[in-house]
């Protein structure tokens, strides 16, 4: 019987041998990797870290902009508290805020479920809707400026609708109104986008599943689309309060803060007060609003942590 010849043992694959050099390498980043934070960290250090700690220090001060100045500790944070047009515009812009994240988030994710299901001109319908993007907020605010002054009366006039016959943007109980209508309009687009990208990755299978077992359109919403899209929810909600409070040129260009200060908003009584000697006062309230604009994105994640983590 002739003896079937004895084979070389096979060499260790490479994967094999370097596995353990790449176990013992664990999650260690190369030190090398650091210098690409390099240029961000000195950017932003100098451009956001050390001009905020500057206007901190005068927040301390009499400091009005130019000329010498004298340390007063608190006075100023003390006196904001104390300050009645100080508190009303915090009022407005908090209320503004929740108003029209509200509003814009219902809109947008009703136009981006209705988009998503199978109607005539759907790609056509998408690139109108997200027209408003890519103009420039004080020139929409100015182009509806014209509108709630001009033309909206004049309807209102035809149409025999006393309550509008007169400029919304004059009447400080509805001036409001005029900025959370443009202010939506405007960013409805953007959360119109992400809400998109959220149904787009729902599976139709869910749907046709409930639709065999009887499930009505509104049980569909309720039950498939709304949990599948909280977390885009969420992230929506967080980048609309952050750029609601600081809404600044809408104001500007529909109602420059009035009637009187009615729609003065936190970020253009800061800058009012840039410009009008209140440059230390002004600097403590935008310490403040920097707090408190910290302090509501901390809460936002914090109360929507557990259902971002189970999406």
Known sequence: MTALPTLPAAPDAPAAQDAPARRSHGGRVEPVHYLFLVPTLVVFTAFVVVPALIGIFYSLTDYVGFGEWSFLGVRNYAALFSDPRILESYGFTLGFALVTVVVAQVVAL???VALTRRIRFATTLRTVFVIPMVVAGIVVAYVFNFLFSNSLP????????GPLEESILGNPDLAWLSIVIVSAWQTIPGALLVYTAGLT????????ASALDGASPWRQFR???LPLVAGFV?????????????????IVGLTGGGPGTATSSVAMTIFGGFTGGD??????????????????SVAQIVATRGRAVRL
């Open 234 to 250: 969420l992230i929506n909600t967080i980048l609309g309060v952050k750029g609601y409070l600081g809404v600044y040129d809408v």
């Open 279 to 296: 440059y230390a006062y002004q600097m403590a309230n935008a310490t403040v609003f920097l707090l408190v604009t910290a302090l509501i």
């Open 223 to 225: 039950s498939i689309t």
């Open 110 to 112: 009703a136009l981006a």
């Open 154 to 161: 004049a309807l209102a006039t035809a149409v025999g609708f």
């Open 201 to 208: 990755s729902v599976p139709n299978e869910l749907y046709e």
